[in-house]
């Protein structure tokens, strides 16, 4: 019998990590346990990187799952916070390579991995054991596979009107996301969005930037300031039919 009834996610150093597939093969391990305690919290405190201790990652969020303040890979266009490419700021944070915590036995003298939380899934017991098995190929937290995406310093909410048809959708993105990665999600909405000039008061933008580079602010903190519900003054990109069917 499954242990989880949802989806297994977790961040560290500034990845997003679904580990339902891990929980899934390991169920009923209670090695698990640490890993299902953890589950929509940042974990960087786990690891090291270069010998040196990783903070949690700041967030707007107390919890960061799949479907919430990440920018995804290539591969995933579905959740409405993802967003396919990456950035520069993106190649610095895949740099994040992980090394569990260690510490000193004080029975043993020996370098052991520190798990206050719990010993977890592939992390080997700090005495020998005939049960132990180091079969299991690449442990999980350098397992890329695993890897879905990038936390966002902040997502936005912005509108997309479409001229010709009227229709209007309320899209939310990553200030980190060019209008091309935006364009590649609003395919759901409009498979000929391709087929479109996309403006902002008027002028063209350009899709290889992002919406800060395109001139369109984000006010949200100025709202919160004024007492303004920012749902209300969301920016608006209209978007032009170029009557031209090839893109789709």
Known sequence: KQWYQRRVAITAGGKV???TPLATKYTGNILLKPILSAGGKDISHWFNVNGTSV??????STTCTPDTLTRSLSSIHTPETFASGETDEDSEKSDFDPQIRT??????GCEVAHTP???FIHIPPPYPSASWANDFGTPWWKDETY???HLSCKTRKI????TLTSQEHTVEVCGEETLEEILNRFYKYNEHAASYTWKYNGENLVMTKTLEQNGVKDEDDDFYELNFNEEDWLPAIHIYFNDDLTEA
Do not use: A, E, V
């Open 147 to 149: 890897c879905i995406g």
């Open 159 to 162: 509108r997309i009107i479409n």
């Open 55 to 60: 903070q949690p990652t700041q967030t707007d």
């Open 17 to 19: 990590y679904d580990l």
């Open 117 to 119: 939380q719990g010993r």
């Open 103 to 108: 510490h000193i036995d004080s029975k043993t």
